[in-house]
Each structure stands twice: as structure tokens, then as C-alpha cells.
């Protein structure tokens, strides 16, 4: 299923997040810049992405990605 929202940060949005989580190219979720939504939202290596989906059990998920070369 596709999620409810994925899209890259804006500049002062990744700005501000990159100041409260040092740590994030260590910390989050990758996605190859050749998976299927990066290409299709014309993502690029490097962009943080803001991802919402609805989980059956939770509700509403909130989560955080970065865009990589490839995925180790």
C-alpha cells in the first residue's frame, strides 16, 4: 500500500531537523534513491523524507527516511 504522505523536506524543514537529530543519517530509514516512490517524487541522494502511514493496530505512523545511493 502507498503511504498516506511521503515527501522530501523543504530546506528550513531539514534545516531544523538535522539541528535536533545530529545523529540522523545514522538514525533513520533508507530508501535507495532507486526505490519506486523516490524516483516518483523526483527525490534525491540526501533528501530527508517525511513518511505518514496508517498502521491497522496503531493508527497513524510517523516516521523519518533519508534517501541513499544504495542500501547496505
Known amino acids: 500500500t502507498q503511504p498516506v504522505m511521503f515527501q522530501a ?21 533508507r530508501y535507495s534513491v532507486d526505490d519506486a516512490l523516490v524516483k516518483y517524487y523526483g527525490m534525491i541522494i540526501g533528501d530527508i523524507i517525511h513518511i505518514q502511514d496508517n498502521d491497522r493496530q496503531s493508527g497513524l505512523v510517523e516516521e523519518y527516511g533519508i534517501v541513499v545511493e544504495e542500501i547496505n
Do not use: C, K, N
Open 9 to 29: 523536506l523543504s530546506g528550513a524543514e531539514r534545516a531544523t531537523f538535522v539541528q535536533r537529530h545530529p545523529r540522523y543519517e545514522h538514525e533513520l530509514l
